[in-house]
């Protein structure tokens, strides 16, 4: 039984996430995962069809970083800010010092001239590890329901 | 709906604005080149391997069904029900014997056939339609199909003059034969929504060089350079064109030299894991890029050992959809397809050398559509006059072959008009 500190604790960590994003800050993101981390982002079409085919796939810290530098140094995207709500945080199941988390999320997009839409929605299947008495996250693939990307994909989800 | 071009240049190294705005434009591409003497591509074979499997998807603006009949001959058919125009088949894909369409229940066959009226004969001997009511007559209309190395076109055209091997060409049907030299697997499908005409779309990917300057990521990590040997090759008529490079061709000092002030990073930057950009390589080339656009929906392409088609459905004159369907061999270890599915990552919607593309068209679209009639793109890289291949990438002329076809088609070719 996952006492109500890790609740808090895994919570917060869903926070972080989401606040982090939404703040461009990147580097900080990418200290809520462990080295050997898996990221993705998966059209639910693919997921529910059994083919492996994702939006993004960082297989690892190192690989996670690389999207970032390469978002920051070497890509061009639209000009936008993200709005990350995340809910019904869920531990599907708890043992030791692992869990498997969902969550649903939703992200707004706004432009330059303040114009905003319904960017992205679906959920997280995560699965949450405790480093030195912090919680972090070993997997995150975020399932999009509207998988058919309006625009473009850059930050991610 | 007649449509006067006042063309400024015979070569179409001006393109006005606003054939890309403009909704008699649109609905005369409908016509004449969606329905017109062309091929458009379908889907793969591989994606109906069995009797009785569909896929749903779009020519232009018409929804279609792709499906194998009992015989395994692949067959395509208008989605629309020739009652009432409903969709007859609403899913993606399945397996059926049969489609029928959910409103009054008419049913059609593989081959697209009517095959069942519910009522026809009334109720009780009252009421159902007349006697010379003919449902030979009131199948769903059909489109002729081919299939190259597991790649399935169709045409509305029945009649057309060519097969699909004609209008691909040599050039483009080597590269399909090349990418589908052995029996494939789909991996999965990523799709984007790009707000934007589709004929920007269609452009960018025969303007190859643009690639090495708004795709930083490629030039950074000297993926794809205007510098390595490689070159544009289009089929006769333009319509197709190829872009290809050898791997490793060049040195990152020519890259430096050449690319001057834009200011390349390779010095600053690398990959902490390299194993994203690693190319294995297997055909009997050195190609570590070769992607070719097929007139007037497709794309079919090599990154290193990303491969994928790319379709185009146009979607009014301000949007249209880019679906994109990566696939590896059937004989592919388990590390091959792991390695394929590590450098997607560098394509589509969210593609570390393709994102741009779909803010380059909005950016494009947007700001060119107040344009004034006289207002036209400048096409002039790689010289005026005669269209033809060039052995350098650094070009518009594949740009100009694409319009010279596409005003061929629409009937808008100014008078000595250079094809």
Known sequence: MISIQDRLAINDLFNDYGFFLDEERLEDWLELFIPECNYSIMPRENLELGLRVTLMLCENKDMLKDRIVSLQEANEFNIHRDKHLISNVKIQSSDNDKSFVTANYAIYQSDFEGNGSLFSFGHYDTQVTMVNGQFKFSKVMAVVDNWSIPHMLSTPI | ???????????????????????????????????????????????????????????????????????????????RCAHRGAAVCREARGNTKVHTCIYHRWSYNLSGELVGIPFQRGINGKGGMDKDFDKTKHGLKKLRVGCVNGVVFGTFRQNIDETIEDYLGPMMSAHIKRLMYKPISVLGYQRQRIYGNWKFYLENLRDTYHASLLHEFLVTFGLDRATQKGGVEMDKRHRHNLTYAHAESDKDSDAKEAYGGVGLKSDTLTLSDPRLLEFKREYSDDRNLAISTMFPNASFQQLNNSLAT??????????????????????????????????????????????????????????????????????????????????????????????????????????????
């Open chain 2, 1 to 79: 709906m007649s449509i006067n071009v006042d063309w400024e240049r015979k070569d179409y190294s001006r393109i006005p604005y606003w054939l890309y705005h403009d909704k008699d434009v649109y609905e005369n591409e409908q016509k004449h080149i969606f329905y017109g003497s062309t091929w458009s591509y379908l889907c793969l074979e591989a994606e109906i391997p069995n009797p009785g499997d569909y896929k749903t998807t779009w020519v232009g603006d018409t929804p279609v069904i792709v499906n194998r009949d009992s015989e395994y001959n692949i067959r395509a058919m208008v989605n």
């Open chain 2, 310 to 419: 790319r379709q185009i459905q146009t979607k009014g004159i301000d949007a249209f959809d880019l679906v994109w369907t990566y696939f590896g061999y059937e004989d592919d270890s388990d590390e091959m397809t792991n390695h394929r599915l590590r450098q997607l990552n560098l394509f589509g919607p969210g593609g570390l050398v393709s994102m741009e593309d779909a803010e380059a068209i909005e950016i494009a679209h947007r700001s060119s559509k107040g344009a004034d009639t006289k207002s036209t793109a400048v096409l002039e890289v790689g010289g005026k006059g005669e269209i033809s291949d060039r052995s350098y990438r650094v070009n518009d002329v594949a740009v100009r072959g694409f319009w010279s076809y596409y005003s061929e088609l629409m009937g808008l070719e100014p008078e000595g008009a250079v094809r």
